[in-house]
């Protein structure tokens, strides 16, 4: 059985639109049971009917995320969830099909990254290897026009699907490999939710290895606007005396001016069983040149051109941060940190949400 499909042109930007409002109001009034709806259990038709309404359970059915069971039930081939005031459709995150080539990140790491994103007024903003689009969704809140990318035609149907349902209407939706169909254009804004977890080799999209980071920091300078700013989520390892940091800025090349830089880095694994478990598991399909990894860290990293090319790393559980700050505090403050080399009043910030996370 091969991954479902959306059938996204046979509904009307319209009626789109309205269906996307009437889903934003069945979250926003019972979160719970439009959460049960869409988590791909089958449900009683009567249930979802007075929930979001005869007509929505019609135009999801023609769009390819409802299918009929027997008993007259529902299932929902795809996840749909309410996150950062965005309607989204997206692949479901305990997928049967999770090692297909072609499946979409259900919203792991995305949302995560959208509150860090300094949102000062752009003219043209990348969101690169866009998956569903969460994060295009977001930069189209303050960019004249974003161009969305993916090498996956998967997700450019469900980014495109999605920004209809939001009635966003500034954004490209472009098949891309990386910056491959992007030559020439330079960006005042890049992100990227990069598909690289704790393998050594690549295994599939959303397992890609560091290859592709090598790639996308060797092209990223020649793409991004003299003040603009790359944010990326993204897995790394250090080896002895060969550093992540130091292999990314090698990658880059000599740039006037430098990079400066802020790494919040979610977790770092350098020692224990599990670890050990890994690079061994590693060293029989890589080889044995795995078992020298040092560590393996995952986080958010912000990157500027700046007089003052610092690097700075602070540990930070982002994960556990309270529904505040809006989109934008905590990226004003990085880009403020990198622009004048003083961490003090973002460090002052981070700790802030820490300790409010945990009372």
């Keep these: 059985m091969s991954l479902p499909r959306l059938a996204s042109d046979q509904i009307s930007q319209l009626d789109c639109a309205q269906l996307g409002r009437k889903l934003k109001e069945a979250f926003l009034k019972e979160p719970t ?85 300094p949102n000062r007024r752009r003219r043209l903003s990348l969101d690169l290897g866009t998956g569903c689009g969460i994060l295009a969704l977001v930069l189209a809140q303050w960019s004249d026009h974003v161009i969305a990318s993916d090498i996956n035609p998967r997700a450019l149907a469900m980014g495109d699907l999605n920004a209809r349902l939001n009635s966003v209407d500034n954004i490209s939706f472009v098949h891309s490999d990386l910056f491959e169909a992007l030559e020439g254009q330079r960006f005042d804004q890049i992100v990227f939710n990069a598909p690289v977890g704790t393998e050594f080799r690549p295994r599939h999209m959303l397992e890609a290895g560091e290859f592709i980071l090598e790639t996308f920091f060797k092209a990223m300078p020649h793409h991004l606007a003299d003040n603009g700013v790359v944010q990326l989520n993204l897995c790394f390892r250090d080896w002895p005396n060969d550093s992540f940091v130091g292999r990314m800025r090698s990658w880059m090349g000599p740039t006037k001016p430098a990079f400066g830089s802020v790494l919040l880095r979610l977790w770092k694994r350098s020692s224990g069983l599990k670890f050990l478990f890994e690079k061994a598991l590693e060293a029989i399909s890589a080889g044995p040149g795995a078992l020298s990894c040092e560590a393996v860290s995952r986080g958010i990293i912000t990157l500027m051109r700046s007089p003052v090319p610092t690097h700075t790393e602070i540990d930070v559980n982002y994960h556990q941060w309270p529904p505040q700050p809006s989109i934008g505090h905590v990226g004003e403050a990085i880009v403020a940190a990198i622009e004048t080399g003083h961490d003090h009043s973002l460090r002052n910030l981070l700790r802030s949400l820490e300790k409010t996370s945990s009372t």
């Design 33 to 117: 049971g439009a959460a049960g709806v869409f988590s791909g259990k089958q449900v009683r038709r009567a249930e979802v009917e007075a929930l979001i309404g005869s007509q929505s359970i019609k135009d999801l059915t023609v769009l390819g995320i409802f299918e009929t069971c027997p008993g007259d039930g529902l299932t929902s081939r795809f996840a749909v969830r309410h996150v950062l005031r965005k309607v989204l459709v997206t692949d479901h995150p305990k997928s049967r099909f999770r090692d297909e080539a072609l499946i979409v990140d259900p919203l792991w790491e995305g949302p995560a990254l959208a509150r860090m994103m």
